[in-house]
């Protein structure tokens, strides 16, 4: 079964900080890894995602994550926080072959100005 | 930029009631989904649909649970007899296809008393 890890359930920045949010999946076959970020009041939004290829991928709002498929992960950074990235985030993986997307428990950003 | 909807954005019912919850895919979207967010929990799959059938399910997906896409437009999940921890936000989601990013829409709040 499939599986999704979020190490970090709440973290706080300030403003210019970097931010690296990481995310470790379970599963033996081939993945699809999605970040999705659901500002305060609104819906869920893709912000990246990952089928094949560069294991770098770049996002909106200046984000990128890396895959790693040695260790299971598919962390999310961006270099300078701003307020406006105050959010949840979540990492979601889909295992190729299966149409479900298993979601972790999501980290809380809080980004001070 | 094509949305998915969902109505109603907050449901109360009493506990053995039944509930319709709706939802309105992007338009040329042909796979569609249902999740839901139990407070203080992960986002979990319930069941996707397409081409008129379930084509796959959870465990939660059980016997008092049904989707169905009654006309062109409208996709619903139906909950025949309501229990206290049915209490959750219900994600609807659509994609193109199997393998292409799921586009959420904003959530129906279900409240069971």
């Known amino acids: 079964a499939q599986s999704v890890s979020q190490h970090n359930h709440h973290v706080i920045l300030s403003e210019a900080a970097s931010l690296e949010l990481g995310c470790n999946y379970s599963?033996?076959?081939?993945?699809?890894l999605f970040w999705y970020v659901q500002y305060p009041g609104q819906h869920l939004q893709l912000l990246l995602k990952y089928f094949s290829g560069d294991p770098l991928v770049k996002g909106i709002k200046g984000f990128e994550a890396e895959f790693i498929k040695s260790k299971f992960s598919f962390n999310l950074r961006k270099p300078s926080v701003q307020w406006s990235d105050t959010a949840e985030y979540f990492c979601?993986?889909?295992?190729?072959?299966?149409?479900?997307?298993?979601f972790g428990t999501g980290t809380r950003l809080l980004v001070s100005p | 930029e094509p949305e998915v909807t969902q109505t109603p954005s907050h449901q109360v019912t009493q506990m053995g009631q039944e509930v319709i919850l709706r939802c309105v895919p992007i338009?040329?979207?042909?796979?569609f989904y249902w999740y839901r967010q139990i407070l203080g929990q992960k986002v979990e799959f319930l069941v996707s649909?397409?081409?008129?059938?379930?084509?796959?399910k959870s465990e939660i997906f059980d016997d008092q649970f049904s989707v169905e896409r009654p006309d062109g437009s409208n996709f619903t999940l139906k909950i025949r007899s309501t229990k206290l921890e049915d209490s959750a936000m219900y994600f609807c989601?659509?994609?193109?296809?199997?393998?292409?990013?799921?586009?959420f829409g904003p959530g129906t709040r279900l409240t069971v008393l």
């Open positions: 599963y033996g076959g081939t993945v699809n």
């Open positions: 989601a659509s994609s193109e296809n199997h393998r292409d990013t799921q586009y």
């Open positions: 979601a993986v889909n295992a190729v072959g299966f149409q479900k997307l298993v």
């Open positions: 338009s040329n979207h042909l796979y």
């Open positions: 649909f397409y081409n008129n059938e379930i084509s796959e």
